[in-house]
């Protein structure tokens, strides 16, 4: 047995009893094959092993991270950081501007094909002054650079030459976060410790474990057992321990949605992608949150519901089974005996992958693809061994972000871009995104958020079902969790704050 998993299995035996360690917690996480912020975008666990220039606080405002402050010249687009000294990376190695420049410059190199690319494609050039300070100069303004300048710094020491999809260091990261890498059992446990020299303040827990538990159900059942403190559960399981003695149940808020990608490689959607409107007529979007999230949620019909530039008057394309059928029809499609419409003799026929272990999305597929199937458009889902981008037909996907408006727009719909997924294309979207980047004036970018909103329902990419809450229950010896903080995509961000949390008897 390895080190990590005797710690691990230590933890969770007095977890379940009396003797309750009350220096570790026990988070319920997902599996990871790797820890690569530059490259993937999402993780709970970043926000504990490294920092980036800028951080957000508990309101999602942009504050400082390892720049104390910075500097903005109008005239050239220039930012100008300026770091905190003395900051070490857990290896004991000096914190400098040389691994911000390494860093970003890798995540724009498109032979290391990050998805956080397009964050990034505005910069013109990286000037380090000195040690601690560095300068971005920028082709045109982007208010939503200091939200992307929270990306994870990485060690320019330990990368530097070395592949940034592939690298060991990616099972072994080293950074300069609260927390530090002790121990990583494959499929099992990941074990920090908490840093003792961190810049911010030495966090006050001692040992986080992120027990691997990818199973929803499973996870439930050892909140249960007390073999977990904290985890995010299900509608339906959080509900379980709702007013239960020694538990705290946290319903937070999302800008995290849920909608079917249409994979627009693939032959089906190249020969039918007028009938989308009518995919997006015949889902019940409220009924879908009423069974599935148990009224934790909002219907969905588009990116921006959770932000200042939300065009509300876009079509929603509300539940509407005749309209669906109707769309059906003025194509040409012929209802056939079995109740499922063809066109030029072939049925209409698609399948929804979902990833396995999200218990969530798939009942959401489920329910989604027996609606679509009512109005005559023959629908399945399954559930692949691994998600394959190019070849699905498609795939119920999830993004959001509770940042600038740029996020999880301008990399996900824009033509090419690095999170594009499905292979959307539309000339317009792509205007109206990068003339909304490109401008500090708010007049400007709520004229073109507006008409991107627009062109975006007018040609969707996806199906939008619904935005859905993070439920996080917790040990109620845990103090420090922030309630009201709006969490991101697949509910990250709970440990913005972890230096401040505490765990009492």
Known sequence: MSAALIVAVSMLTACGSNTKQMDTLVYGSGDYT?????????????????????????????????????????????????????????????????????????????????ENAPNYEDVEEIMVVDEQTISFRLAAPNVAFLDYMTMAVLPAHLLQGEDMQESAFFRHPIGTGPYRLESWDEGQAIVLARNEAYFQGRP????????????????????????????RLTPKDARNFADREGYVCYDMRTSDYRGILFNFHNPFWQKNRDIIPAVCY?????????????????????????????????????????????????????????????????????????????????????????????????????????????????????????????????????????????????????QYLIKARQSDDSSIRVENYDRFQEALAGDPPYAFICYIDADYVADASIRGISPDTVMGHHGVGIFWNIVDWTIEE
């Open 34 to 114: 790797r820890i690569n912020p530059a490259m993937d975008e999402h993780g709970e666990i970043n926000l504990l092993l490294f920092n980036g220039l800028t951080a957000h606080n508990g309101d999602n405002e942009v504050v400082p991270g390892l720049a104390k402050r910075w500097e903005y010249d109008e005239a050239s687009c220039t930012y100008t950081f300026y770091l905190e000294e003395g900051v070490t990376w857990h290896d004991g190695e000096p914190f400098t501007a040389a691994d911000v420049k390494f860093t970003i410059e890798a995540i724009m190199d498109p032979n290391n094909g990050s």
């Open 204 to 231: 006050e827990i001692k040992k986080i474990i992120f027990k691997i538990v990818p199973d929803d159900n499973v996870r439930a059942i050892q909140m249960e057992s007390g073999e977990l403190d904290l985890a």
């Open 282 to 430: 015949a889902i019940d979007r409220q009924a879908i949150i009423d069974a599935v999230l148990l009224g934790q949620g909002v219907p969905a019909y588009g990116p921006l519901q959770r932000n200042i530039y939300n065009n509300e008057a876009v079509e929603h394309y509300d539940y509407d089974p005749a309209k669906a059928r109707a769309v059906l029809e003025n194509l040409g499609c012929v209802l056939g005996e079995d109740g499922i419409y063809t066109r030029d003799g072939e049925r209409l026929s698609f399948v929804i992958s979902v990833g396995a272990g999200d218990q969530v999305r798939l009942d959401i597929a489920q329910a989604a693809a027996q609606q679509i199937r009512e109005v005559g458009i023959d629908c399945r889902v399954e559930i692949p061994t691994r998600v394959d981008w190019g070849g699905q037909m498609a795939y119920l996907i999830g993004w959001g972000s509770p940042f600038d408006a740029d996020d999880h727009t301008y990399k996900v719909f824009g033509t090419d871009k690095g999170a594009n997924y499905s292979g959307y294309s539309n000339a317009l979207v792509d």
